[in-house]
């Protein structure tokens, strides 16, 4: 397991390097740094979680996630979900995460809006966008988006909260391109003021995410070191 130390170092190089791309490209809102914990042990996010003010870890599997949960139940934490969205895992999805951030077609938003139980608040959702047009990618085509705005924000257990993507590392267009699409679905959304997340950059691109104007981070290996 990683130094401790080195954790809460490693987070501090993080959040500088983030607020260094902000100030380069004269950005004044603030970037949101999600965890990514996913094959890291329950014990790392414990450290980081009390003893920096890291409070959003990003899961990938659903089993993996619920045990950490369990694990971490005296801690206010809050769960992202940011692997790939299986139609029979959505009730653990719905019923155990604040966010998930790969929703690529209505079935799954439904089953998720459906799913919430009532005593929590609507699920956040994004919608994950595959901007490179790889048929074989997770996500909707951009030529979809505009369909699923409309449909998925008027669910009542989902919160639409904006875009999510994971471009191929050669296709340097695609933070900008998915940062055009964000803005123009805006007026598509039932609740505007809801579309406020573009979840875009991860830990060898962050800088280059946050200049095209990313709203969250997700960052594992800078964090927490290799995955076990
Ligand atoms: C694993 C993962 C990350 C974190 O990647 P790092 O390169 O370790 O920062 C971010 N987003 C998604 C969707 C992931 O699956």
Request: aromatic residues 6%; negative net charge.
């Amino acid at each position: 397991m990683i130094n401790e130390t080195t954790l809460v170092q490693h987070y501090a190089a993080v959040r500088q390097r983030i607020q260094a791309a902000l100030e380069q490209n004269g950005r004044l809102e603030h970037v949101q740094l999600l965890a990514v914990s996913k094959r890291q042990s329950a014990e790392a996010i414990r450290y980081l979680a009390t003893h920096t003010p890291q409070r959003e870890f990003g899961e990938n599997y659903g089993q993996e996630a619920l045990e950490k949960m369990s694990q971490l139940g005296d801690l206010d934490l809050i769960w992202h979900f940011i692997g790939h969205v299986q139609r029979n895992k959505t009730r653990i999805l719905a019923e155990h995460f604040d966010w998930v951030h790969g929703v690529d077609r209505l079935m799954i938003a439904q089953r998720l809006s459906e799913q919430r139980p009532p005593h929590l608040p609507p699920l956040n959702v994004c919608i994950q966008v595959n901007i490179d047009n790889e048929p074989t990618k997770d996500g909707c085509q951009p030529n979809e988006l505009a369909e699923l705005v409309t449909h998925i924000s008027p669910l009542p257990g989902v919160c639409l909260r904006g875009l999510m993507v994971i471009p191929a590392p050669e296709n340097t267009a695609a933070f900008s391109q998915t940062a055009d699409l964000f803005q123009e679905m805006r007026a598509l959304h039932q609740q505007p003021s809801h579309w406020d997340t573009l979840s875009m950059g991860m830990s060898n691109d962050l800088e280059a995410a946050v200049a095209a104007g990313a709203t969250l981070v997700r960052v594992g290996t800078a964090l927490f070191g290799e995955r076990l």
